[in-house]
């Protein structure tokens, strides 16, 4: 699987926007972006995926480089519940056979401040 | 979205036995399952791919005679960590994707094993 870099951690203060970054360089051209995230003592959650285009939905917002080098998920509004680890993962298109599972970075701490 | 849920959600067992945690997905069927083993302060890593009515395919360096997975119904998937010892203490966590191929995984809550 291609590698991801996250910074970290980030800081950011409660009902600003968050924008977390990733750099994916050597993404081939059929690889997802996916994004999850974990609250601590908890199983991860899914946040959003994209392959180029840009992408929004109720949780987040996806932004893809035009080279797809990079992306930046972006929290609208963060809250202190979004606090979390979250983790940038590259997933190529399925091609059957079940092996399916997801290679997880150290992902970017997120720090909310009230 | 749907639903995957772990038990038990914490165990606290003796060294030398062994610790079933079970995987179910609550409202849709899963040909596949994932197990995986987070460490503290570490990443999650996958330990193996449980598949409905066939063996498990395991990662390199996971035992699958120390990490017994059964995969016995379209809901169901169970973990077995047999012989426990302490350095298996860790937080299990197991997904599902509801359709082969689907982009979205769902994760379960996780179980806390603590190996005394």
């Known amino acids: 699987d291609a590698k991801t870099t996250q910074p970290n951690s980030m800081e950011s203060n409660e009902e600003e926007p968050v924008h977390l970054p990733c750099n994916h360089s050597?993404?081939?051209?059929?690889?997802?972006i996916h994004w999850y995230r974990q609250l601590p003592s908890q199983g991860p959650e899914y946040v959003i995926h994209?392959?180029?285009s840009n992408v929004n939905n109720r949780m987040a917002s996806l932004a893809i480089a035009e080279d797809r080098k990079s992306s930046t998920l972006i929290l609208h509004r963060a809250t202190l519940r979004d606090a979390a680890v979250y983790y940038c993962?590259?997933?190529?298109?399925?091609?059957?056979?079940?092996?399916?599972?997801?290679?997880f970075g150290k992902g970017t701490h997120l720090i909310i401040q009230p | 979205g749907a639903v995957v849920s772990q038990h038990p959600s914490r165990v606290i067992c003796k060294s030398g036995t062994s610790v079933k945690i079970e995987c179910r997905s609550l409202?849709?069927?899963?040909?596949?399952m994932f197990w995986y083993r987070q460490f503290p302060k570490k990443s999650l890593m996958l330990m193996a791919t449980?598949?409905?009515?066939?063996?498990?395919?395991?990662e390199q360096g996971v035992e699958k005679d120390k990490f017994l997975i059964n995969h016995a119904s379209l809901t169901l998937s169970t973990l077995t960590v047999t012989s426990a010892h302490p350095e298996d203490s860790s937080f299990y966590i197991c997904?599902?994707?509801?359709?082969?191929?689907?982009?979205?995984?769902?994760f379960g809550p996780g179980t806390r094993l603590t190996v005394l």
């Open positions: 449980s598949n409905e009515g066939s063996k498990a395919t395991y």
């Open positions: 997904s599902a994707r509801d359709y082969p191929g689907r982009n979205e995984q769902f």
């Open positions: 050597t993404i081939s051209g059929t690889d997802y």
């Open positions: 994209g392959l180029t």
């Open positions: 993962i590259l997933r190529g298109t399925y091609s059957g056979g079940g092996a399916d599972g997801l290679t």
């Open positions: 409202d849709f069927q899963a040909t596949t």
